[in-house]
């Protein structure tokens, strides 16, 4: 039943209907507590905490998170683990608050390095550089998203090549240097 609840949960968050999405995900979450599994709670406290972040709730989100992250094992599921980082993360960059984002996207990215996922890897070294240009410490975001582009044509996936390329453009744009965002654009587009 939790299952199936946290499905329609899904099915609304995917057609933009997230008052019902909400509400489905609390009643997984209410028979999953009743159940006493704790990576099926973290799930759906997860759901819960995207939904509010969705929505804008971005206090609700991070209480949302912060619970999940209490439940996950680090040692037995990083991936899951990891994943909670990067939305906490996420969350605190849509409130303007890089500082506080960074160091919980570098503890995401020690956890995928456990896992050995290149394409995680790539995509939290993304995130970090987001932090750092956000915090308009440039030459770190550039650091991070060259390792991250290195990542992403070791492992031949153009469309993350592609989205590095663009991340670089904004960052060189952010600093006015405007031929070295014409070239990282131009780049974008041969992916």
Do not use: W
């Not at 619970?67 to 899951?80: K, M, V, W």
């Not at 390095?113 to 394409?119: C, L, V």
């Not at 592609?162 to 587009?189: K, M, P, R, W």
């Amino acid at each position: 039943m939790a299952s199936a609840y946290n499905g329609k949960g899904n099915l609304y968050s995917q057609s933009g209907n997230l008052a019902e999405a909400l509400k489905f995900y609390l009643l997984s979450l209410k028979i999953r507590q009743e159940i006493g599994v704790e990576s099926e709670i973290a799930r759906s406290l997860t759901n819960i905490g995207l939904t509010y972040r969705k929505i804008g709730s971005f206090n609700n989100a991070i209480r949302y998170f912060e619970q999940a992250l209490e439940l996950i094992p680090h040692r037995t599921d990083p991936i899951a683990a990891s994943y909670i980082h990067v939305h906490l993360g996420n969350t605190h960059l849509d409130i303007g608050l890089p500082e506080q984002a960074l160091p919980l996207y570098q503890e995401a990215l020690e956890l995928r390095r456990r896992t050995g996922n290149k394409q995680l890897i790539a995509q939290t070294l993304r995130s970090i550089a987001t932090a750092y240009s956000e915090n308009k410490q440039f030459d770190r975001a550039n650091t991070n998203l060259k390792q991250s582009l290195s990542i992403y044509e070791e492992i031949a996936d153009r469309r993350g090549m592609a989205t590095i390329y663009n991340e670089l453009g904004n960052v060189a744009l952010q600093q006015a240097l405007l031929s070295d965002a014409l070239e990282h654009f131009s780049h974008c587009l041969l992916y």
